[in-house]
């Protein structure tokens, strides 16, 4: 009874990190640019109380072991890396991939982080900026000036100023794709990290090797749904119910044997 309860033990942990996972999921289902997670487990080490193939006689073997399971564990959190919907909202500043590509922002320390979010604004200086006023990079100033900004599917941004018949360009955007977009670390304010597990960025134009064209007046949709992310809690809930019916059980019959 007490390796059931160590055992179920584990399952409910296991149960309540994917409610976690898919809670987090809904909590950001109107997060522009979300990638939705799911959990990965692994079963833990067993016991062999009879080893799979040994001598039970001199001629002949067993077909099958005595194995007994301890449990599982949570070995991960995978993004699920779907392209999310492109909603239009006419807004010149609101730029998405419409790719496998990431926005570079600049961190205040000085580092790079990649973003799907391409909700950009303008700070004090004409600076394409994000919510949070970190710098995009390549950095891109606008005029004070414009009357208007373009954006072309390929990422070159362009200006219309007063008296002049021609747009002037005015930055160039470059995305950012990785071999492994999934080994990303997630920091929070829609902004990821490199890591070793994804691999070094490889910088290039929009619309060059897969990264993906730029929209302009456009915004990339979390790719989270809701109604299977319903199912998948319900699912998830169910499983924890069980457990703690199990982890009843269990010392039920602890109660009965304490009692003999």
Do not use: H, W
């Not at 392209?83 to 580092?111: E, H, I, K, R």
């Not at 006023?133 to 900004?149: E, F, H, R």
């Not at 269990?250 to 003999?260: K, P």
């Amino acid at each position: 009874m007490l390796r059931a309860l160590s055992t179920i033990r584990t399952g409910l942990e296991a149960s309540q990190t994917q409610i976690d996972v898919i809670a987090n999921n809904l909590a950001n289902v109107g997060t522009t640019g979300f990638k939705r997670q799911r959990a990965l487990f692994q079963d833990l080490v067993y016991q062999n109380v009879r080893q799979p193939g040994a001598l039970s006689s001199t001629q002949t073997n067993l077909p099958i072991g005595l194995q007994l399971g301890t449990g599982v564990r949570v070995v991960g959190t995978q993004p699920i890396e779907t392209q999310g919907n492109l909603t239009q909202t006419s807004d010149s500043l609101d730029l998405a991939v419409n790719g496998n590509g990431y926005f570079q922002v600049l961190m205040p320390n000085g580092t790079l982080a990649y973003t799907r979010d391409g909700s950009f604004q303008l700070n004090q200086n004409g600076q394409m900026v994000t919510a949070n006023g970190y710098l995009t990079q390549p950095p891109i100033t606008v005029p004070s000036n414009a009357t208007a900004i373009t954006v072309a599917q390929d990422g070159t941004v362009t200006a219309q100023l007063p008296g002049q018949a021609a747009p002037t360009q005015i930055g160039q955007i470059q995305l950012a794709t990785f071999q492994n977009p999934a080994g990303l670390q997630r920091i929070g304010d829609n902004l990821m990290l490199q890591t070793g597990a994804s691999g070094a960025p490889n910088i290039q134009q929009p619309t060059i090797n897969g990264t993906g064209a730029v929209m302009q007046g456009y915004l990339e949709s979390s790719n989270v749904n809701v109604v299977n992310s319903m199912v998948d809690m319900i699912t998830a809930q169910r499983a924890y119910q069980l457990g703690t019916d199990v982890a009843n059980t269990a010392n039920q019959m602890l109660g009965y044997l304490a009692t003999i």
